[in-house]
Structures are given as C-alpha cells and as structure tokens.
C-alpha cells in the first residue's frame, strides 16, 4: 500500500476522528476532578516522546493513543474551573463544536476568493464588535493570534498615520531619518506592548513614562504635553489588578493634540460590551486603536485575538507594503488587515461566541466572572488574607502579610494541592498571589474549594 491508499483509507474510514471523540470526551469528563495541574507521573511519562523521528510510517491509531495516554495527563486542566493562572480563558461548548466542524474546513482566510464564508464572518464580526464596544463606524477589524499581535498592528498604524502626516512614507522611507515619534505609556503598561515598542523600532529608551496610582492607573494629571507626534498607550484591565486608565479625560487631551491613542484592553475590553460593568471604559471609543482577546475574557479556544482601529487607511497600508500584486476584491479580504496571509479561520469562533451568547450573555459571562472574583475576595478577606485591589473586574491580588520567600512557598504549596491554581506576580515591589477568574465554567463552590486550599496550604507551612 502507498502512503497516498493509506492515508485515503484512514480519511475514508473515520475510526480514528472516533477515536479522537472518545478521547476528547474522557479528557472533558475528567477536566473537572482531576489535578489542576499535571502529577509528578504525568511530568515524567513525557520523556515518552522523546525519541528519534522514526523513519517509517507510524499507525494514526497509535499515535492518538499515545498523545492521549501521555500527552492529555500533562495538560493543564484550564477547561475544569479551578484553574485561576495568568488571564486564561475557558471555551464556551458550541466554539469548540464549532471550531471541530471548521477544522473539517482547513480554510486559508487571507483572501475571499480562498475561503468566501469566513471572509462573510469576518465581516459580520467586525460589524458586532464596533456596535457592542460603540466604536467610530469607520473601525475595521483584524483577526489575529493574539493581543500581542494586536497590539503590533495597531502600533504599526499608528506609525505610519503620525509619518505620513508629516509628509513621510514610512514603507519606502523607513526608520532613518523619519520624523520623531513620542511614545507615552503608563508605568504598568503589559509587556506585549513594550515588546511591541521594541519590535517597531520605536525604542523602550524613547517611552516617556507616566505615573500609575495605588490601583495601577495613569494619573491623568501626570500626563504630559501632548502633540501631533504622540503615540499614547493605555490599558483596560491591568494585569494585576484589573484596573482601567481614565480614558474618557487622556483620550480628549490626545485628539484635541492630534494623538494616537492605543487602548491594550487584552481581557478588560469587554467590560465595555457589557451594561454593569461598561462604566469602567468610559470614553474608550474616543481612541483609535484598540486590542483584545476572544480567548480570554470571552472564552473562544486559542488562538483569538483582535486589533480594532477607525483609521482604516493607515492600518492597511502599514500592513501591506507589497500588497499590489494580489487581486483584492470588492470584498472582505482579510490579509488586509493582519501581519499574516495564510491563516486559520479563527473569527468563525469568534462569531459563535457573540451569536450563542449575544449581547446579554456577554453581560451575563462576564459579569458572573467579576461576581466570582468578588466572591474570592470576600471569602480570602474573611479568612485573614488580605486583598490589595479593587475588586472592579475579575482580577484579585492577595497578600499574606509574610515575606516574599514566605509567599513563595504559599503559593508553591496551593499549586500542589491540585486543587486550584494560582500564579505569583509582584505589586507594589512585594511578591503577590494573583489570581484570575476567566472561565465560564468556576462555579460558586469552585471558589469555595480553592480559598480552603489557600487555608490548608497556610497552615501546613505554618506548621513547618
Ligand atoms: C494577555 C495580555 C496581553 C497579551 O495577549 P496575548 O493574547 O497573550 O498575546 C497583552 N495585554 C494584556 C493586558 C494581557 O492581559
């Protein structure tokens, strides 16, 4: 048999996209009661991939059975509910189904002409998101990996609007000689958006810094003179502490100076998609780029990210320097926006988030993750903890009034439970648990059971 009548007859046979079921289905029964994180054995039984690369061909069956065998048990259990590390999402049920259905798909999503339907939801997506964020009716979309991505076309934009103003084609003209671009960020700004600053050539030594309060938010007062040179980077959902800048006052400076504004709202945009919470962005649609994630907040699977800008021209053309040559057409194509051209259908999931939920379960979602967080705070509080944050979105930073080391080992000790999961981080110069409430599936009791593990995890260093 050749290769080509195996695989024909694997493709034809469909044992092994049962197979694939099976497991997927055990995994999702089991995300909810196992370890949160991998047991010492599942760390081991990884050195089972480690071999050779076989010459010959390999049997699919076995090669499923080994990933699910070795490979599921030395996954992070994120879809289960107790799962509180950095700002991860969970998946809401029909984004999965919907995203095995286009997997069938293996659509390329750079130009209508190679996939019609996801170039038609792109477009539908895009439309829902500038009315559910109440964005400038001139706002495009691209659909990319991630908010790191994000960020760099928005910046991208941003850099070719202020040259070209002053007359400066950035793409012929480049880097040298081109006029000066200011670069004003708050002093927590994410990291994604430094590396984004570094990436464009724009130069971390070149940011001028702007003081943050007790919460993480720039002082607005602290601001300084802005001009047609500036690009401003603000954020919606601090990191740490969920906190978000005072957009409505520094976006009115910047465009009245003729700024760019950039909010990074990775995971905190969505407040603005929702009724309780949406006074926290209040004045967000007055900037002109914006980033965020479908994988976070908004519980898409990985990889979901979204640069939002009004200023259509300026991010097509720093996107596409060369783009002459390909036959764009009277419709969405999507590379137009996007660093990419080959792609994945992503915004299908996307559009299956917003049409299952709509615009009040997005109110309900996220909004139940801030009650969740809350909840967290409440209980930690009441059990000596103490919680250095406003609790205004899903974001809880807590301290054990201990020393760093001592911290450390706390939440070394919570990982280990298996119960829930938690991350360190630093605020205010001392080491700090974070936690991140980002799941649709962490019920009341999931926050129960992780605040008596943070309990048993202190005791038993207490006691050591
Ligand atoms: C997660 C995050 C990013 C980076 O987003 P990715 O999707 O991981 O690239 C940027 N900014 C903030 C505030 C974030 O939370």
New binding site residues.
């Given amino acids: 048999m050749t290769l080509r009548d195996k695989m024909h007859a694997e493709q034809k046979g469909k044992a092994l996209f049962d197979q694939a079921r099976d497991y997927a289905f055990n995994y999702a029964d089991n995300a909810g009661s196992r370890n949160v994180f991998p047991s010492s054995e599942a760390m081991a039984n990884l050195e089972h991939f480690v071999e050779d690369m076989p010459s010959g061909n390999g049997d699919p069956s076995d090669i499923l059975q080994q990933l699910h065998r070795y490979g599921s048990p030395a996954s992070v259990a994120q879809t289960g509910g107790r799962y509180f590390g ?2 991860n999402g969970g998946i809401i049920p029909v984004t999965l189904a919907i995203k095995w259905l286009t997997d069938f798909w293996d659509q390329n999503t750079a130009l209508h002409l190679m996939s019609p339907i996801t170039s038609k939801i792109e477009s539908v997506c895009e439309t829902w998101l500038k009315q559910l964020f109440g964005l400038p009716e001139d706002t495009v979309a691209g659909f990319v ?7 760099f076309c928005g910046l991208a934009a941003a850099r070719f609007r202020i040259c070209a103003n002053q007359s400066w084609d950035f793409n012929q003209r480049g880097l040298n000689g081109a006029p000066k671009i200011r670069v004003i960020a708050g002093d927590q700004a ?4 430094i590396k984004a600053v570094a990436l464009l050539g724009l130069g971390l030594d070149n940011i001028e810094w702007v003081d943050s309060d007790d919460q993480g938010r720039v002082i607005a007062a602290k601001m300084p003179e802005l001009d047609q040179s500036c690009i401003v980077l603000l ?5 740490n502490s969920g906190s978000f800048d005072p957009f409505d006052e520094i976006c009115d400076a910047a465009n009245a100076a003729g700024a760019w504004v950039h909010i ?5 945009l969505w407040a603005g998609g929702t009724v309780q919470l949406k006074h926290l962005t209040k004045g967000m649609e007055k900037a002109q780029s914006w ?1 965020v ?1 479908g ?2 907040t908004l519980n898409t699977p990985y ?1 979901s ?1 979204i640069l939002l800008c009004a200023d259509r021209p300026a991010l097509v053309q720093a996107l596409q320097a060369s783009g002459a040559y390909l036959n764009f057409s009277e419709q969405r194509d999507g590379m137009l926006y996007t660093p990419e051209m080959s792609r994945r259908a992503r915004a299908i999931e996307l559009w299956a988030a917003l049409k299952y939920l709509g615009t009040e379960g997005v109110d309900e979602l996220v909004v139940g993750l801030h009650r969740r967080a809350v909840q967290f705070a409440e209980e930690l509080g009441a059990a000596g903890f103490s919680i250095l944050n406003d609790v205004v979105f899903n974001q809880v930073v807590v301290s054990c009034d201990g020393s760093d080391e001592y911290t450390q080992s706390l939440i070394d000790a919570i990982q280990q439970s298996g119960q829930c999961w938690v991350g360190g981080s630093v605020w205010q110069g001392k080491k700090v648990i974070r936690i991140s409430v980002c799941s649709w599936v962490t019920t009341q009791e999931d926050v129960s059971i992780s605040v008596e593990a943070f309990i048993t995890a202190r005791a038993a260093i207490s006691g050591k």
Avoid at 190 to 193: E, K, L, N, Q
Avoid at 235 to 239: E, I, L, P, S
Avoid at 264 to 268: I, S
């Fill in positions: 950095f700002v990996s991630g908010t790191s991505s994000a960020i994410h990291g994604a958006v954020q919606a959902g601090n990191v990074d709202g990775a995971f905190g980033s994630d994988h976070k990889d990210g």
